[in-house]
Nanobody, 118 residues
Framework: QVQLVESGGGLVQAGGSLRLSCAAS????????IGWYRQAPGKQREMLAV?????????NYVDSVKGRFTISRDNAKNTVYLQMNSLKPEDTAVYYC??????????WGQGTQVTVSS
């Protein structure tokens, strides 16, 4: 079982930056990939980016955040980050991280709120 804890959300003005963190614990060595998702009020959850924890790194950004968001990892700290720059009001959402293990079992964090004011 993998446990994920997100942090780093908050209130920021448009054009500002935030860095989200996703700390993994538990059966973290079974993790195949970790991704960042978000869900805005009244909308479906959408995938933003995915990074592998194995030998090859995979980036997969949704068009709306390309060039502004960057996913990275620190395996020594068992943490995946999402650097968010040039934030827009439409980026307001609850941000979640998701881990997939080698049995394709998924784990989710509790989410962290990001609010961008205009």
């Amino acid at each position: 079982q993998v446990q994920l804890v997100e942090s780093g959300g908050g209130l920021v003005q448009a054009g500002g930056s935030l860095r989200l963190s996703c700390a993994a614990s538990g059966s973290r060595f079974s993790i195949k990939a970790i991704g960042w998702y978000r869900q805005a009020p009244g909308k479906q959850r959408e995938m933003l980016a995915v990074i592998s924890t194995g030998g090859r790194t995979i980036y997969n950004y949704v068009d709306s955040v390309k060039g502004r968001f960057t996913i990275s990892r620190d395996n020594a700290k068992n943490t995946v980050y999402l650097q968010m720059n040039s934030l827009k009001p439409e980026d307001t959402a609850v941000y979640y991280c998701n881990a997939v293990d080698f049995y394709n079992v998924e784990s989710w964090g509790q989410g962290t709120q990001v609010t961008v004011s205009s």
